[in-house]
């Protein structure tokens, strides 16, 4: 464990890459790993980066980390696609895209299956970037699609999202609006080489100005990019930079990460006594005989999760 | 065994047929796998250092170029160096009967040709997760 850590400490891809999976597995000794890495947390910065699958998030990606890169930070990405909710297994594919930076050894590029841990993937989320971050990467980077109340979850363990939306969603923008809109801070039209571009910046504006946006005197930036011929990348650059900058200048990057901190909490604190209640019920064990119980009408079902429940307190009494 | 299994799919050298590669990538997640796909025309130093970064179990090789005896070769050795000394690497494409013992001697365990099945791969790879580490 002690090794593990030094090696990660001192930035050893192999060690990082292997604590990664010891999170996404939830292993036990991951607890101790993260807690000894924490002291060295801190220094980086992260984007959450979503928008709906196929709207270039990976595509842009390869071209702002080639400006980061520039600037001299080292860079680490997690690319978070879905499982397959039939086999539980999953293509992910974001690699593909981000080609420049294969070889290079200041960007670590990381893809993780949306349900292949337990512990849920905004847990697991979190874990990985306190290890990158210890790691010493500078920018923390994570990709995800913005559909789904898990996908939410996961861009609010970040400094600043970054929402990429595309031309020809129509409605899906108003419908959007209820949830990942809430979560923006930069907003980027992307595919803005196709026509209609402009109508959807119109449309994005639109449904902003609706917003109860807490910031009223300033509003959220828009950009616009396009991915495939290289455009409005440098404006976006400077943008997310000058963003972040302000929000060190006026304290509310510490707002922020304290309601980051809170959400982790919760989610930790949650998860360990929901997989201790679980244990001591025995639930994967017994659930198949409770269910038959309650299907043949044998038994009612608050009388029953009761009684399991009344059980569980009173051995957890003393 | 509770842990997924990930499996790095990857097609080094210069031909761009991809369609193989993708059968076996859809087919290995409708099996329960997790699996990176890379695309077509890698270079050895990228399929390496994916393999570390993504801390795969195996390096499934696709290529029908030729180059076969060149680059698995160089890409296990790669692995190996950058600290991937239990990533278990098999292959598929165009190879000749003659060039699998040089191949397996080199670190390539299985090797499938166009004639094989899926569920030889599937099988390959069922019967020798035990093997793994972590
Ligand atoms: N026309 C156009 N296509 C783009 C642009 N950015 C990405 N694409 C294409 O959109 C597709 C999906 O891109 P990808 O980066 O994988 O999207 P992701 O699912 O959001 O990560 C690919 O075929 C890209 O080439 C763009 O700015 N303009
Ligand atoms: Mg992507």
Redesign the interface.
Same mark, same amino acid.
């Given at each position: 464990m002690k090794r593990l850590t030094e090696k990660i400490l001192s930035g050893d891809? !192999?060690a990082i $890459?292997?604590a990664? /999976?010891?999170i996404?597995?939830d292993y036990a000794q991951k607890e101790q790993l993260i807690d000894d890495l924490y002291p060295h947390c801190g220094n980086a910065v992260v984007w959450g980066l979503t928008g709906p699958p196929g709207s270039g998030k990976s595509t842009l990606l390869n071209l702002l980390i080639a400006r980061e890169r520039m600037k001299g930070k080292r860079v680490a990405v997690i690319a978070i696609d879905p /499982?397959?909710p039939?086999? =539980? =297994? $999953? @293509?992910? =594919?974001d !690699?593909?895209r981000m080609?420049k930076h /294969?070889?290079d050894s200041g960007v670590? @590029? !990381?893809?993780m299956?949306s349900r292949?841990h337990l512990g849920g993937v905004a847990g697991a989320t979190a874990d990985a970037i306190k290890v990158l971050d210890a790691a010493g990467f500078d920018l923390i980077i994570i990709e995800t699609i913005g559909v789904g109340q898990t996908e939410i979850e996961v861009v609010e363990m970040t400094d600043v999202v970054l929402l990429l939306l595309v031309p020809g969603l129509g409605d899906e923008i108003q419908a959007l609006k209820a949830g990942i809109m809430e979560i923006g801070d930069i907003f980027i039209i992307n595919k803005s080489d196709k026509d209609e571009a402009m109508k959807t910046k119109a449309e994005v504006e639109y449904v902003l100005s609706l917003n109860d946006n807490p910031r009223k005197d300033r509003p959220n930036p828009i950009f616009m990019t396009s991915a495939v011929l290289n455009l409005g990348i440098d404006e976006l650059s400077t943008g997310i930079d000058l963003y972040i900058e302000e929000l060190r200048v006026n304290g509310l990057i510490e707002d922020k990460r304290r309601k980051r901190i809170a959400r982790e909490i919760r989610l930790m604190i949650t998860a360990k006594i929901r997989r201790e209640v679980e244990k001591q019920l025995g639930l994967n064990e017994r659930i198949d005989s409770w269910v038959d119980q309650v299907y043949r009408r044998k038994r009612r079902p608050y009388a029953m999760i009761n009684e399991l429940s009344d059980t569980f307190f009173k051995k957890n009494r003393t | 065994m509770r842990r997924k299994i990930r499996i790095l799919m990857a097609k080094p050298g210069l031909d761009g047929h991809d369609r193989g590669v993708k059968y076996i990538s859809r087919a290995l997640r409708d099996a329960g796998y997790e699996v990176i796909y890379t695309g077509i025309r890698q270079s050895p130093e990228a399929i390496a250092h994916a393999a570390i970064q993504e801390d795969v179990d195996f390096v499934g090789l696709s290529l029908l170029s030729g180059a076969h005896n060149e680059l698995f070769p160089e890409i296990v050795r790669l692995i190996r160096k950058y600290g991937g000394e239990s990533i278990i690497v098999f292959a598929g494409g165009i190879i000749p009967e003659k060039d699998i013992p040089f191949l397996k001697e080199h670190g390539v365990e299985a090797i499938f040709t166009p004639g094989a099945s899926f569920k030889e791969v599937a099988d390959f790879i069922e019967q020798n997760k035990r093997r793994l580490s972590h």
């Amino acid at each position: 464990m002690k090794r593990l850590t030094e090696k990660i400490l001192s930035g050893d891809v !192999r060690a990082i $890459a292997r604590a990664i /999976s010891w999170i996404e597995n939830d292993y036990a000794q991951k607890e101790q790993l993260i807690d000894d890495l924490y002291p060295h947390c801190g220094n980086a910065v992260v984007w959450g980066l979503t928008g709906p699958p196929g709207s270039g998030k990976s595509t842009l990606l390869n071209l702002l980390i080639a400006r980061e890169r520039m600037k001299g930070k080292r860079v680490a990405v997690i690319a978070i696609d879905p /499982s397959s909710p039939f086999s =539980g =297994g $999953a @293509i992910l =594919g974001d !690699r593909l895209r981000m080609q420049k930076h /294969s070889t290079d050894s200041g960007v670590f @590029i !990381r893809s993780m299956a949306s349900r292949g841990h337990l512990g849920g993937v905004a847990g697991a989320t979190a874990d990985a970037i306190k290890v990158l971050d210890a790691a010493g990467f500078d920018l923390i980077i994570i990709e995800t699609i913005g559909v789904g109340q898990t996908e939410i979850e996961v861009v609010e363990m970040t400094d600043v999202v970054l929402l990429l939306l595309v031309p020809g969603l129509g409605d899906e923008i108003q419908a959007l609006k209820a949830g990942i809109m809430e979560i923006g801070d930069i907003f980027i039209i992307n595919k803005s080489d196709k026509d209609e571009a402009m109508k959807t910046k119109a449309e994005v504006e639109y449904v902003l100005s609706l917003n109860d946006n807490p910031r009223k005197d300033r509003p959220n930036p828009i950009f616009m990019t396009s991915a495939v011929l290289n455009l409005g990348i440098d404006e976006l650059s400077t943008g997310i930079d000058l963003y972040i900058e302000e929000l060190r200048v006026n304290g509310l990057i510490e707002d922020k990460r304290r309601k980051r901190i809170a959400r982790e909490i919760r989610l930790m604190i949650t998860a360990k006594i929901r997989r201790e209640v679980e244990k001591q019920l025995g639930l994967n064990e017994r659930i198949d005989s409770w269910v038959d119980q309650v299907y043949r009408r044998k038994r009612r079902p608050y009388a029953m999760i009761n009684e399991l429940s009344d059980t569980f307190f009173k051995k957890n009494r003393t | 065994m509770r842990r997924k299994i990930r499996i790095l799919m990857a097609k080094p050298g210069l031909d761009g047929h991809d369609r193989g590669v993708k059968y076996i990538s859809r087919a290995l997640r409708d099996a329960g796998y997790e699996v990176i796909y890379t695309g077509i025309r890698q270079s050895p130093e990228a399929i390496a250092h994916a393999a570390i970064q993504e801390d795969v179990d195996f390096v499934g090789l696709s290529l029908l170029s030729g180059a076969h005896n060149e680059l698995f070769p160089e890409i296990v050795r790669l692995i190996r160096k950058y600290g991937g000394e239990s990533i278990i690497v098999f292959a598929g494409g165009i190879i000749p009967e003659k060039d699998i013992p040089f191949l397996k001697e080199h670190g390539v365990e299985a090797i499938f040709t166009p004639g094989a099945s899926f569920k030889e791969v599937a099988d390959f790879i069922e019967q020798n997760k035990r093997r793994l580490s972590h």
